[in-house]
């Protein structure tokens, strides 16, 4: 398996795909989202698993998508995500409400091959209320017990951003194991990864825990930095000042198309030449 | 000896803390009042272990994220902490939104694991410094997780108390209201009726919420902030007076 | 956390604990296996997760096994496990059958805190038509789908062999994450590990994929070669000579008795003096 | 040129694996045979994936053993080997045992993932050497993992065949039987007839099974044998008479 390019792999991401995206502490490929902005994508279906982030609030801002499914929308430090809350207002995004543990359990679900699994909690919350998909069924174990069955959630495409890839399109990750959970439950796994390197990860018993098969990577890309802003393992850090000047730029309309101009497009062509 | 309001609502999670046997919490990042109350109560040599979610060096997980869920469904989890955009008399918290589902008025950042958590915890203290009647409502406008379960609903905890920047309420499950526990020094019963938008129990003389002691402060100061320095540099220089060495 | 006396551990295993092991390619703890025998237990209930091995077959020989749930038994390329075979001809021994994926299945709804999950297959078997404690239900996403669900399993002990324990009782078991499964599902977990080290495993990037959380220790044991003659990742290979070795020894219960005497209790009076 | 019955059955196996287009195969540890007509496969050029389960330096899986499960679950295990202590007309296979449940006459291994594989891979080559009607039976004793399935049950695939040392059968889920699709060199319709415990069709003439080339005799012995030496050392010494160094 041979890396492609960052673009191509943008242009392989079909308008109106369901995307699972891990948020800000889990390995998202930035890279990949400014790349779909580029693209032009449309109408596309977000899974924050089990929230969204950075990548989201840009994708949004930049109208590529149509509908989140996800258990928040946020910033972290740096506050509310800005083009997420004005497009709800706007009207202009469906968002479905989850909970953390039930995007997990969906996923698993679909990990497994199982069309259902189980979660405890969430009776009584209008989040239940709202979700016409889940279900409350009695326990087969205990007549006593009533408890929510989730469908399993099979994303279109698996989206995010490892440290390194090998030879055979092995990606490491290391401890984001949800990362390999959104891989096994999608269609198609895009990865991007800051660098390639020679060998086998499955061979080298230090690296195996924290590498996913290649079986499960549909294609992947180098993209240095491409997690930028948010954290790499010990790689680099989460850069807060960046996501600030973001949080800051995306409150209007006008700031979030110049913070687009600069960040998304300008550093691309520059980074072409 | 003068303290910040921090300090105070520091001193009284961790007394809330050390109330029942505990061994273990999760504290979630944007929770720098509770990591420092829990770690003051680890300093007072309570023999609980710290998860701290988004602790970058050391993150406790290594099954991704949704370990901590797992772990709590394990039962492994003795205490959590929570907040709201909304909690109302019965404990129920909203982390949606206001106006038409989902926050068509006002929207929240989501759920998070809340709608889990409060059910999977041994117990869970509610936490909101903003104590006003847009927080602390009469009822919320979206349950994101409910204070209390019907019969045949699994639930292995509820809220043990909510602290505020005014007083400590104590939350009874049984009959689904708050009794008012302390008022934090300055406040009164009636101001903190007047700022409450729920009605809550009464139960007698309501005592002061004990300031701070010389002790605490040394250890908060010390000790706490030292743990506290690589998660929250931020917090720790405003409250503590304590910047990162160059 | 500081480590305990192996011989210590072993007695802290009340009999008729339901003790959860892993087979022979993942990590047995054979060294407790044989301190499990020397403290001489009795009526252990052992889970194979998935399938069961040379330990289980030695706790079967010394008469310390009271009824074994497993997908099956047996020393691989050594052939029938005979302990266990000449056990369950005599009546000596409970079996419940059970198959790979519903074992990791039902720990799985354990680790996750739920009460059952469901999983394809299985239906037609007469496994199921011998395990009233599964059932068959409708599927509440798709009527038309007959699907199995099985309850959760909570071994009392999860017994595994690590390759090192850090300061802190975090434990490294590499890409043998089933025993980290077992250890989430059980309520107590002891782990033998080949040596103790320095540090903290969780803040180390590298090797925090391949680590369980102290959390979910109880205890540790350090017991060099412990996995043998199972391999340990890449420290030391299958010792298929020995397994060879005890296949035939085991044919009959005095050729049984002998190899313990001298594989279980004289290595031990040896190796203390 | 001559050969071994290892080497037909490989060479056998290889060309039911090319039959279907094929992504992905995993091969259990105790299978020789099938895991050379896999590399064979690869070796002539077939685009597909091998996990082998049993392999220790580069084992396909860092999930744990769960993962040849899920992977099979979700649908990515497109061929999958099986055999069993009997087996029967229906395509039933018997891995628990004789006489009383579990097995009180003679008792086998058990199920491993049978009844979970069977379903779910996209098809499955039932492998046994043993042609005898001790192995091949009317019914089997107990079904560890069913042939055919009832309908409201999930069923990916069936048996697309059964090797054996004296012939090859073909499987049809839709009649739930088998008929004779090739007998090996030196091997006649009524002796297989005579050796099978089950009843099977006929349709026609029944082929021979074809002998190796000597193009595949050579892969074999080469390049297939090179992959299979770690894993297999003993099966490449008697069969290919390749020895390790030392």
Request: glycine share 10%; aromatic share 8%.
């Amino acid at each position: 398996m041979t890396p492609i390019d960052l673009e191509a792999m943008a242009a392989s991401v079909p308008d109106g795909a369901l995307i699972a995206l891990p948020p800000d502490n889990s390995l998202p490929s930035v890279a990949l989202a400014k790349a779909l902005i580029r693209r032009g994508a449309r109408d596309l279906r977000l899974v924050g698993v089990p929230v969204s982030g950075f990548a989201t609030d840009i994708l949004i801002g930049a109208g590529c998508v149509a509908a989140v499914q996800t258990s928040a929308v946020s910033l972290g430090e740096a506050g509310f995500a800005p083009r997420f809350t004005a497009a709800l207002k706007a009207g202009k995004l469906s968002i479905t409400d989850a909970t953390c543990p039930a995007i997990h359990t969906m996923l698993q679900a679909a990990e497994k091959g199982v069309p259902f699994m189980p979660l405890r909690g969430i009776i009584g919350s209008d989040i239940l209320a709202n979700r016409p998909d889940w279900k409350v069924i009695q326990s087969p174990f205990d007549s006593g017990e009533k408890i929510v069955v989730l469908p399993a959630l099979h994303p279109d495409i698996a989206v995010f951003h490892g440290v390194m890839a090998d030879s055979h399109g092995n990606v490491y990750v290391g401890r984001r194991r949800e990362c390999g959970t959104i891989a096994h439950a999608s269609r198609r796994a895009l990865v991007t990864v800051e660098r390639v390197v020679e060998g086998n990860f499955l061979e080298d018993e230090r690296l195996a825990p924290g590498t996913i098969n290649a079986t499960y990577i549909s294609a992947f890309a180098v993209a240095e930095r491409g997690a930028r802003p948010a954290a790499l393992l010990d790689d680099y850090g989460f850069d807060a000042a960046y996501v600030a000047a973001y949080a800051r730029a995306g409150k209007t309309e006008a700031g979030f198309a110049e913070w687009c101009a600069e960040h998304v497009f300008e550093a691309r062509a520059v980074a072409a030449e | 000896m003068s303290y910040r309001p921090e300090e105070l609502l520091a001193v009284t999670l961790a007394k809330l803390i050390r109330a029942v046997p505990t061994r273990h919490i999760a504290v979630g990042a944007a929770s720098p009042v509770p990591a420092a109350a829990c770690w003051l109560a680890v300093k007072q040599g309570e023999p609980v272990r710290l998860s701290l979610l988004h602790k970058r060096t050391g993150n406790p997980f290594t099954e991704g994220t949704r370990e901590l869920f797992d772990l709590t469904g394990q039962g492994r989890v003795d205490l959590f902490f929570l907040g709201g955009g909304q909690i109302d008399g019965q404990a129920n918290l909203n982390l949606i939104g206001t106006g038409e589902w989902p926050g068509r008025e006002v929207r929240f950042p989501g759920s998070f694991g809340s709608a889990f958590m409060y059910f999977m915890t041994g117990r869970t203290i509610l936490f909101r410094e903003e104590h006003s009647p847009r927080v602390l409502v009469d009822k919320v406008a979206h349950i994101s997780a409910p204070g209390i379960s019907e019969p045949g609903v699994y639930r292995r905890g509820h809220a043990q108390a909510l602290v505020t920047g005014r007083c400590v309420f104590a939350f009874h499950p049984d009959r689904g209201r708050f009794s008012l526990a302390s008022v934090h020094p300055g406040e009164t019963v009636e101001g903190v009726r007047e700022m409450t938008g729920f009605a809550f129990d009464v139960d007698g003389e309501v005592p002061q919420t004990p300031a701070p002691t010389e002790e605490e402060l040394a250890l908060l100061r010390g000790s706490v902030c030292d743990e506290m320095m690589e998660t929250y540099p931020e917090f720790c220089s405003r409250v503590f007076d304590r910047k990162l060495a160059a």
